[in-house]
């Protein structure tokens, strides 16, 4: 299964539903231009950099859990660089201080352990426009060298500017 | 012992605003609506919320603390239903994470988590391990 498969599966579930709160949560304001679904498919690349014991250990402690493993969450750290891309493409017209995050999976394709030296690339996976939030998912994939390690998807809600 | 229906136990976090702040800095997640009220307002919200990335890694505490190692997990899913608004300087207000088995097939479980904060129900995830 893909991470686009794993968003899909969520998203002909209960998502919908459950979601529907955060809209109704970030209220109503003038609609706008959809981002162009042109954007499909546009990518980011951020080169590898090497897991660090302390920024595990600082990682595992706010997430409070233990710094002997890599918590399973971490790679979000390490794919700040490309979500930083993602967030400040100006032809994409989104930014971070109107995100909110609806759904995130995760497939581990083995485990990560200090030094390695993991690249990310970012694709968008889907573009959706709901009422006054555009729903953005993007896929990560995370990988030591040609080999896979993790793959992310991640779904955003992106409120327009008010 | 990952047969259908076991119980995964509990874990219960108190969270509050620190607990924003030292996420933010470990993970580089620098959304202002997770440590500055006024940012929040802007999209609607009460107050400050807590990043969804915390609620997921912190409630994955749950798999350590039931004895799977993370190396036997094969996917982790978590659906963010709703804002976990952050309560005023000072105060406090628990996380609570449940889990069970709901499935074993192929020696694989599948594992439903539920995330409350306080007594609404904020996420719920969903995990793979190999049994």
């Given at each position: ?162 | 012992m990952l047969q ?68 036997q997990?094969v ?28 499935k074993l097939a192929d020696d694989v479980a599948t ?17 793979q391990v190999r049994a």
């Amino acid at each position: 299964m893909s991470p686009c498969d794993v968003a899909g599966a969520a998203d002909r579930g209960r998502t919908g539903a459950s979601v529907g709160n955060y809209l109704s949560v970030i209220g109503d304001s003038l609609s706008r231009m959809a981002i162009d679904p042109s954007f499909v498919g546009r990518r980011y690349f951020a080169p590898p950099v090497k897991v660090r014991a302390a920024e595990v250990a600082e990682f595992a402690a706010s997430v409070q859990q233990d710094a002997s493993v890599v918590p399973l969450t971490f790679t979000m750290k390490l794919a700040q660089p490309v979500l930083a891309q993602f967030f400040a493409d100006p032809e994409l017209g989104i930014a971070l201080e109107r995100t909110v995050h609806a759904d995130q999976g995760f497939m581990y394709h083995r485990p990560i352990a200090v030094g390695d030296d993991l690249s990310t690339e970012l694709s968008i996976a889907k573009l959706r426009h709901r009422g006054t939030a555009d729903w953005v998912s993007i896929a990560i994939e995370v990988a030591a060298g040609v080999d896979p390690v993790i793959s992310i998807a991640s779904t955003f809600i992106i409120s327009e500017e008010s | 012992m990952l047969q259908s229906g076991v119980s995964l136990g509990e874990l219960v976090i108190d969270v509050d605003r620190n607990t924003a702040r030292r996420y933010a800095a470990a993970s580089g997640d620098a959304n202002p609506i997770h440590v500055d009220d006024a940012a929040a307002a802007k999209l609607g919200l009460p107050a400050a919320i807590a990043h969804g990335m915390w609620t997921m890694g912190a409630a994955l505490g749950l798999l350590d603390q039931a004895g799977i190692r993370a190396d036997q997990v094969v996917s982790t899913f978590c659906r963010f239903g709703k804002p976990l608004v952050l309560p005023s300087e000072g105060e406090t207000v628990p996380l609570l994470v449940t889990g069970a088995v709901t499935k074993l097939a192929d020696d694989v479980a599948t594992l439903a988590l539920e995330v409350h904060a306080g007594t609404e129900r904020i996420a719920k995830i969903e995990v793979q391990v190999r049994a």
